[in-house]
RNA sequence: GGAGGGAUGGCGGAGCGGUCAAUCGCACCAGACUGUAAAUCUGGCGUCUUCGGACUACGAAGGUUCAAAUCCUUCUCCCUCCA
């Protein structure tokens, strides 16, 4: 009943990991009959990748666990050109000393979704740099640059908006896909890379890594490309109005990051199930048939199985004890934000609207105060009518805190140090 | 090098001498309804404030004027076309 022989294509398949493959029953055989080795390139633009990587990075782990070989490309010497595709216009151009510690960040994430090592299924970590820093640019044109024709590289779609839009798109840039395309063909020498995959974004580029293959006479090469993901009111994955969703617990912790996961939208549950747990399909079946106030349950397996994946067990119940304490209970849970002020400070009084900016909730006090006089201000759980409230020693709860909170979901704990 | 066009709040985009802290849309925040959902509706959305106002802002610096985001000069940056 399954569409195809290989289990790797079969899950991504019934997952809904795919978007576009090229050749899809002559990848199917492959996968059906040899341990494959795919990679999937990361951009090193930040100290850690957000929500919005994810869906690549579960791609390699099931490549694992389905007995492939998964290769992360960190692209560091790509990282100093930057990909123009579907952009608007040049990203800033970063230093080396950037991506070198961006990359560090970045490595650490990979190891709680991949095994590394050297076995046959392991893992592999690779830089671009390490071949791409050494080229010599007149044999590189001479032996790589032959083979892309302008014509064709303009009538790619993920530029021609750029194009099209009359904004201008630099050399340096332009040269972005001969380089991934490169990277293929490289990878495919060192470590007999047979497909690349990528966001539906990438397939340009990474055709281009195609065609090169067969003009450098690579064994075939296979494109593999995920949907790109947004939610279904339209916003874009992994990304909030407070920026992005990180995967680093430094950048984004673990109870913030469980929240953002039990927020999701009814109707996209059951895609994000599919897609960010290991959890079995008939699991995911159940949970996603249910209805009206029951589809929570659903809501908050994601979020701790998908907190689970990133964090550990210990930071993925902590970080649901918390919100079972706080919002059914409403009481304060440990994993809360916690800011702590002096003990002389809150002993004189410390004013509310000090507090919401103190604690973030605010960013100045004029919007403190706005957030007060809109009925959105809650000290202890009780409202806050009136922009002059003080808070002391006396608002401490039994666990030592005063609990302070800006609408029904954003809480955090103020201690006295 | 030459000729044009442009730079406004997180983004898009009005305004083109006073009534401009700046229409409007998006985004965002809070409230109502709910299920920590979506949709919808309401209010808010520069900083400070003793709530009277004060201050800072329309690329930068000068100037004209009682008064400038709006006019003039110079500069910086971006785009288009020509060479």
Known sequence: MSKYKSEFLNVLTERGFIHQMSDAQGLDALFAKETVSAYIGFDPTAPSLHAGSLIQIMMLSWMQKTGHKPVALMGGG??????????????????????????????????????????????????NADWLLPLNYLEFLRDVGQYFSVNRMLSFESVKQRLDREQSLSFLEFNYMILQAYDFVELNKRYGVRLQMGGSDQWGNIINGIDLGHRMATPQLYALTSPLLTTSSGGKMGKTAQGAVWLNAEALPAYDYWQYWRNTEDADVGRFLKLYTFLPMDEIARLEALGGAEINEAKKILATEVTRLCHGDDAAKAAEETARTVFEQGGAGGDLPVVTIPQAELEAGIALIDLLVRVSFASSKGEARRLIQSGGAYVNDAKIEGDTHKCTAGDLGANGAIKISSGKKKHALVRPA
């Open 78 to 127: 790509t990282g100093m050109v930057g990909d123009p595709s579907f952009k608007d216009e040049a990203r800033k151009l970063m230093t080396a000393d950037t991506i070198a510690s961006n990359l560090a960040g970045i490595k650490r994430i990979f190891s709680k979704y991949i095994t590394f090592g050297d076995g046959k299924t392991d893992g592999v970590m690779v830089n």
